[in-house]
């Protein structure tokens, strides 16, 4: 197994959302590699947990990734949090065009969605779980 295109990854991943027009205009610069202190925006998208698993063969080092895609939003209902959710979506899934600094995107999938009230927060959150195929060539 190969851990090593793990950042190359995530990377790849965070560089395609802050550019994606779709994602860029329902919460402009608000997406996190990790949400920032003290206030925050009323709706963001953050990078979430991540799972790897070997998927090398005799030929080439390789995992998939597991990883959660999570967005969050304090405005009532949950239409604003699953109109973010479908962009992201949209600009993840079945996405072969990523660009790794290491390595080489295999493929990229959405495999599931799970919404939820936060309510002592009183938030919305939707975590977009992704799968994507790697190989560290």
């Given at each position: 197994?190969?851990?090593g295109?793990?950042?190359?990854?995530?990377?790849?991943?965070?560089?395609?959302l802050?550019?994606?027009?779709?994602?860029?205009?329902?919460?402009?610069?608000?997406?996190?590699?990790?949400?920032?202190?003290?206030?925050?925006?009323?709706?963001?998208?953050?990078?979430?947990?991540?799972?790897?698993?070997?998927r090398?063969?005799?030929?080439?080092?390789?995992?998939?990734?597991?990883?959660?895609?999570?967005?969050?939003?304090?405005?009532?209902?949950?239409?604003?949090?699953?109109?973010?959710?479908?962009a992201?979506?949209?600009?993840?899934?079945?996405?072969?065009?990523?660009?790794?600094?290491?390595?080489?995107?295999?493929?990229?999938?959405?495999?599931?969605?799970?919404?939820?009230?936060?309510?002592?927060?009183?938030?919305?959150?939707?975590?977009?779980?992704?799968?994507a195929r790697?190989?560290?060539?």
């Open positions: 197994m190969s851990y295109v793990a950042l190359a990854l995530q990377a790849a991943v965070y560089q395609h802050v550019a994606d027009a779709a994602v860029v205009a329902l919460v402009g610069s608000s997406v996190f590699d990790e949400v920032p202190s003290g206030s925050v925006p009323s709706t963001y998208v953050t990078l979430g947990p991540e799972i790897a698993l070997d090398s063969d005799k030929s080439t080092s390789g995992a998939e990734h597991r990883f959660t895609i999570s967005v969050v939003t304090d405005v009532a209902g949950f239409g604003t949090a699953k109109s973010v959710g479908v992201v979506s949209d600009a993840l899934h079945n996405n072969q065009g990523l660009v790794l600094a290491r390595g080489h995107l295999v493929m990229l999938q959405f495999e599931r969605a799970t919404a939820s009230r936060e309510q002592a927060a009183n938030l919305r959150r939707i975590d977009l779980r992704f799968r790697v190989e560290d060539i």
